[in-house]
């Protein structure tokens, strides 16, 4: 009689735990879904914050992190659906017996989706906690994108694949380009530093102009500028380091000094020769 007992109560056991969880999910039906509004609740207030932000960012000329644009799509995606699963719980049949009681098999559905959403806006929710949204972005100089200053006249022509060919010549590190003023130096090393980039020759290219006096601070500031760096200390030798560390990071530049009128130290400036 023992054994009949211990076996029908361990049947029993097996019977009843698939009947009990379900039955959980039909009792939580209404608490699962008020989670469920609350949490989506909190998850719309969040993804408008971040919208804003990156808005705001777009405006100034920021670039998005990936990882937030992604989380925003993430986010609205999973807005939508459980807006559709409420709208569906509203539209369906959660009563049976001519509406005299509910309809348990469609509230557990229900309820064990409404579960399930919550929790996995509380992840996302989690995720959209973003120190910040965007990055400094360094936009490319106009004359890199423009040709109508340069005409292709004869000698223009093998004089810009002359220095061309320099560029690719690793035994170079340095090119200087001569002449009387007004010849069109400076158009001619536009074009070379335009072909340069759309050839690839070169991740970035920039310039900037030394002029008659050349003021070693301000020469330092536009480079550091085109870089994305902010350099603010007042000695000239603290800026060169920084300007030297920043620019030996760079595994492909041309840098472009135009108007130069005499001897000029690039070691003070911070250009690695």
Not at 147 to 173: C, G, P, V, Y
Not at 241 to 247: A, D, F, I, K, V
Not at 248 to 254: A, Q, S, V, Y
Request: net charge neutral.
């Amino acid at each position: 009689m023992e054994i009949v007992i211990s076996v029908a109560a361990k049947v029993a056991e097996y019977l009843v735990a698939p009947i009990i969880h379900p039955f959980t999910y039909c009792c939580t039906y209404k608490t699962n879904f008020e989670k469920l509004n609350n949490e989506v609740d909190k998850l719309k207030n969040a993804r408008d914050s971040v919208q804003y932000k990156v808005e705001d960012s777009r405006i100034k000329g920021d670039g998005i992190q990936q990882h937030v644009e992604e989380w925003l799509i993430a986010a609205n995606k999973e807005i939508n659906e459980v807006e559709t699963l409420i709208e569906g719980k509203e539209n369906s049949n959660n009563r049976c017996l001519k509406g005299l009681c509910p309809n348990l098999r469609t509230r557990y559905q229900l309820s064990k989706k409404a579960e399930r959403e919550a929790n996995a806006i509380v992840g996302l929710h989690e995720k959209g906690r973003f120190d910040s949204v965007s990055f400094r972005t360094i936009p490319e100089e106009t004359w890199l994108r423009s040709t109508q200053d340069f005409m292709h006249f004869e000698s223009r022509k093998s004089t810009l694949k002359e220095i061309l060919d320099a560029l690719t010549n690793r035994n170079f590190n340095m090119i200087g380009v001569y002449g009387m003023g007004g010849i069109g130096k400076t158009t001619l090393v536009k074009e070379v530093g335009r072909q340069a980039k759309e050839n690839n020759l070169f991740e970035k290219v920039i310039s900037s102009r030394v002029s008659q006096t050349p003021q070693i601070k301000e020469i330092q500031r536009e480079i550091a500028e085109k870089l994305g760096l902010k350099i603010d200390e007042e000695s000239e030798t603290v800026r060169a380091g920084r300007l030297l560390e920043r620019l030996k990071r760079e595994t492909k530049i041309l840098i472009i000094l135009d108007d130069i009128w005499g001897s000029l130290d690039l070691e003070a400036i911070g250009i690695p020769l």
